[in-house]
C-alpha cells in the first residue's frame, strides 16, 4: 500500500526525522491561509500517489501571497499520470545548499534489505544506478539486527566532513530504519533529503510503501487509505476475493491464477488484441464471484467482448460455467463471451453451457483468436 | 527418478482439520500420497480421513517417521507453523499459505541458512512428482511420469504448461511451484542444480514471470553449469509497471524486473524461449527423442 508524501511525512515527525513546517489543503482558499500561517515564499505540491510530479508541473515554488490562490487552484485542477489531485501540501520554501537521496528497500535477490544513499539526491535514484552506480552507497541490513549505527555512522562519514553533520545524517538513516522494521514496509525513500544553507537536514519529500501482506499487523495503517477511482474497484475486487488489474484494451479477461491470467494478457496482445484487464478468479468459483467478475470488467466501457480462460483444478469448470449462466441472466446488456472451461468437469460444464450464447473453444489459443476477432469486429461495427 | 518428493516420501498436513486441509488431504490421499499425520494445536486425538492429529509437529514426526510438511495454516500463523516444521528437522516443508509478511519471511531465511531443511514457497501450488506423490493443490491428472523437470512461479500456467508437456507424450520427472511471492525459501537455481543431477530428468522447463532478478540469475547458472536442454517461458510482458499482477512478486518496479530484460537472458544463456505454452511440446520435440 502506497501512502501519501504529506501522510508518509507525519509518520517521519512521529518518529524525529525532520520535516519542514507544511499543512495539507483541499481548496485554494485553505492554501493562501496556510501560506499567510506559513509565511512566504512555499511550495505548493500536488498530493498522487505517483512519481514524477515535479516534471508533470504538480509542484510550484510561489513567491507571492496573491499567486497562491490561483496556483492551488491550478493543481487541484491537474490530472497526473491519469489521477486527479484532490489534494495539496503547502510546504515553507527552504534555502537548500545540498540535495541527498536516502532509502530502503528489499534486495530481493539477497533477500535481505538493503539501505541506499547517495549525494546525487532529487532525481530518480533509478536513473542514478543507471547512470552513475559508483555515486550510490548501499548497506545490506542483517534482519535479525536491524541497521546497526556504526554502520550508520560509516554511510554519513563517508558522505560528510563535518562530524556533526554526518552524525546528522546517520541518526535520521537509524530512524528511517526504525520505520521501516516497525510498520512491515517495502519501500522508505527520503529524495531528497536536503541540506540547508544552515547546516540543517529536512525530509523534502517522503514516500513509504507498506507491504500489503504486512498490512494485517498494523491495523492503526488502515488510516491512511485512499484510494484514486480505478483503486476502488482493484479493492472492491479484492473483497470479493479476486484480483484485478484494469489495462487500456478492449478483450476483458476472467482467468483462474494469476500466471495464467498474465499469459492470457500476453497472448492476447501477441494475437493482435489489446486486454482490458488482469483478472484472476482465485481457487474457488462461486456464481456470486463470477456475477462480480463479471460487473467488474463491465464497468470498463472500452471492454468489447469477454473471455474466459479457466485450467480446472481446484476450480471446477461446472461452477464457473454456472456462475457465467446466472452472471449472463443478471447482465442489463448483451456482449460476446468466449469461453474455455478446461480440466476438473469439463464435460458438465460444456453441457451446462450448451445452448447459452457462450461461444465455446478448445484451447487457450483458440479463444484468444476468437475473443480478438470478436472484438475487432465489434470495433469495426462503431 | 524424481527430486525432492517421491513415493517413500511420509507427508503432515500443518491445518490438517482447517477446510483447505481438510480439502487437499483428500485429493492427496486419493493421488497415492503417504499422508501419515496431521496437526492442529489443541485437536491433538482426532482423527481426519483415518489420519491422526497431533498437538505438535515434533510429536507427529516422532510417531509417524515422517520427513515432509505441508502447510495450510492462515497467513497469521503461517511463519509459526514454517518455524516449527524447521525444528522438527523435517527435511521439506511446502508452504502453500498466501499473504504471508515479507519482512517475517526475510528473518525466517536468515533463521533458515544453516538448517538442514529446505522450505517451498510460500504462496506455492506445492510440488508433484508424477505416479508416485503429490505434495500440494495441483489435479494430479494433467501429469504424467515422465523426463521433463519443470519450476514454476505460477499455479494454473503450470498446469497448462505440463498438459502440454503430457500430450506431446514425454511426461513430468517433478514439478514444482516455487511461489509468487518476492521471498521465497527455494529458487530457480537450487531446483535446476537437483535437476540437472537427477538422471531422469532429460530437459528443464522455467516458468518464469514479471518481478524481482531470479529468472536472470537463473539464466547465469544455466550458462555456466546445465548441459542439459532448457526451455523458459515469462508471464506479463503486457503488464503495467508498479502494477501488483495477483502475486505479491508480480511487480515491475523502478522499470525493474520486465518480462523483456528476463526473456532477454533466458536468450542469452542458451535457453530456449517459449513465447505460448502450446508451444513446449513441439520445442520439446527438436531437442528430445
Known amino acids: 500500500m502506497k501512502i501519501h508524501e504529506y501522510q508518509a511525512k507525519a509518520i517521519f515527525a512521529e518518529y524525529g526525522i525532520p520535516v519542514g513546517k507544511e499543512k495539507i489543503a483541499q481548496t485554494p482558499k485553505e492554501a493562501k491561509a496556510i501560506a499567510q500561517e506559513l509565511g512566504m515564499p512555499v511550495v505548493i505540491k500536488a498530493q498522487v500517489k505517483v512519481g514524477g510530479r515535479g516534471k508533470a508541473g504538480g509542484i510550484k515554488l510561489v513567491e507571492r501571497i496573491e499567486d497562491v490562490e490561483p496556483v492551488a487552484s491550478q493543481i487541484l485542477q491537474m490530472t497526473i499520470k491519469g489521477i486527479p489531485v484532490k489534494k495539496v501540501l503547502v510546504a515553507q520554501a527552504i534555502a537548500i545548499q545540498a540535495e541527498y537521496y536516502l532509502g530502503i528497500t528489499i534486495d530481493r535477490s539477497k533477500r535481505k534489505p538493503i539501505l541506499l544513499a547517495s549525494a546525487a539526491g532529487g532525481i530518480d535514484i533509478e536513473e542514478i544506478a543507471r547512470t552513475s552506480p559508483k555515486k550510490i552507497i548501499k548497506q545490506i541490513i542483517e534482519p535479525q539486527l536491524c541497521l546497526l549505527p556504526f554502520q550508520a555512522r560509516n554511510i554519513g562519514f563517508k558522505l560528510f566532513t563535518d562530524a556533526k553533520i554526518a552524525n546528522e545524517f546517520s541518526d535520521i538513516a537509524l530512524k528511517l530504519n526504525k520505520i521501516f522494521f516497525d510498520k512491515d514496509c517495502s519501500l522508505v525513500e527520503i529524495n531528497p533529503l536536503a541540506l540547508t544553507t544552515t547546516q540543517q537536514f529536512f525530509a523534502l519529500d517522503a514516500k513509504i510503501v507498506f507491504d500489503d501482506n504486512g498490512l494485517f499487523l498494523h491495523p492503526e495503517l488502515k488510516a491512511y487509505e485512499d484510494y484514486t477511482d480505478e483503486e476502488v474497484l482493484e479493492v472492491k475486487a479484492k473483497q470479493a476475493g479476486l484480483s484485478y488489474v484494469k489495462l487500456s484494451g478492449n478483450v476483458g479477461c476472467v482467468v483462474n491464477g494469476a500466471g495464467l491470467a498474465m499469459a492470457t494478457m500476453d497472448l492476447i496482445k501477441r494475437l493482435g488484441g489489446e486486454p482490458a484487464n488482469f483478472l484472476d478468479i482465485g481457487g474457488s468459483s462461486s456464481p456470486e464471484k463470477m456475477a462480480t467478475a463479471m460487473n467488474i470488467i463491465l464497468a470498463d466501457k472500452n471492454v468489447k467482448v469477454i473471455l474466459i480462460n479457466i485450467f480446472g483444478g481446484i476450480t471446477r469448470c461446472d461452477d464457473v460455467a454456472s456462475g457465467l449462466l446466472s452472471a449472463i441472466r443478471g447482465l442489463h446488456k448483451t456482449i460476446p463471451i468466449v469461453a474455455r472451461l478446461t480440466g476438473t468437469n469439463e464435460t458438465l460444464a460444456h453441457n451446462i453451457l450448451k445452448g447459452s450464447t457462450v461461444i465455446p473453444a478448445k484451447t487457450m489459443v483458440e479463444a484468444v483468436q476468437k475473443a480478438v476477432a470478436l472484438a475487432q469486429q465489434r470495433r469495426a461495427n462503431q | ?289
Not at chain 2, 530457480?188 to 528443464?204: C, G, H, Q, V, Y
Not at chain 2, 532477454?264 to 524461449?273: H, R
Open chain 2, 1 to 289: 527418478m524424481s527430486i525432492l518428493v517421491n513415493k517413500d516420501t511420509r507427508l503432515i498436513v500443518q491445518g490438517i482439520t482447517g477446510r483447505d486441509g481438510a480439502f487437499h488431504t483428500r485429493s492427496m490421499l486419493e493421488y497415492g500420497t503417504k499422508v501419515v499425520a496431521g496437526v492442529t494445536p489443541g485437536k491433538g486425538g482426532q482423527l481426519v480421513d483415518g489420519i491422526p492429529v497431533f498437538n505438535s509437529v515434533y510429536e507427529a514426526k516422532k510417531a509417524t517417521d515422517a520427513n515432509t510438511s505441508i502447510i495450510f495454516v492462515p497467513a497469521r500463523f503461517a511463519i509459526d507453523a514454517i518455524y516449527e516444521a524447521v525444528d522438527a528437522k523435517l527435511d521439506l516443508v511446502v508452504c502453500v499459505t498466501e499473504g504471508v509478511p515479507t519482512l517475517a519471511m526475510i528473518k525466517l531465511m536468515d533463521y533458515l541458512k544453516d538448517k538442514k531443511t529446505r522450505l517451498i514457497g510460500p504462496n506455492s501450488p506445492g510440488l508433484i512428482s508424477p505416479e508416485e506423490t503429490k505434495v500440494g493443490i495441483m489435479p494430479g491428472q494433467i501429469f504424467k511420469k515422465g523426463k521433463v523437470g519443470v519450476i514454476s512461479r505460477s499455479g494454473t500456467l503450470t498446469y497448462e504448461i505440463c498438459s502440454h508437456i503430457t500430450q506431446a507424450g514425454y511426461g513430468e520427472s517433478t514439478v514444482i511451484g516455487i511461489g509468487g511471492d518476492p521471498i521465497i525459501g527455494t529458487n530457480f537455481i537450487d531446483l535446476l542444480k537437483l535437476f540437472n543431477s537427477d538422471p531422469e530428468t532429460e530437459a528443464i522447463v522455467i516458468v518464469g514471470e514479471i518481478g524481482g532478478n531470479d529468472e536472470e540469475e537463473a539464466a547465469k547458472f544455466v550458462k555456466r553449469k546445465i548441459k542439459k536442454p532448457v526451455f523458459g517461458f515469462i508471464a506479463g510482458q503486457t503488464a503495467p509497471p508498479d502494477k501488483r499482477m495477483g502475486h505479491a512478486g508480480a511487480i515491475i518496479t523502478g522499470g525493474k524486473g520486465t518480462a523483456k530484460e528476463k526473456i532477454s537472458a533466458f536468450e542469452s544463456a542458451g535457453i530456449e524461449v517459449i513465447y505460448e505454452p502450446s508451444e513446449i511440446g513441439s520445442k520439446l520435440k527438436t531437442r528430445l527423442t
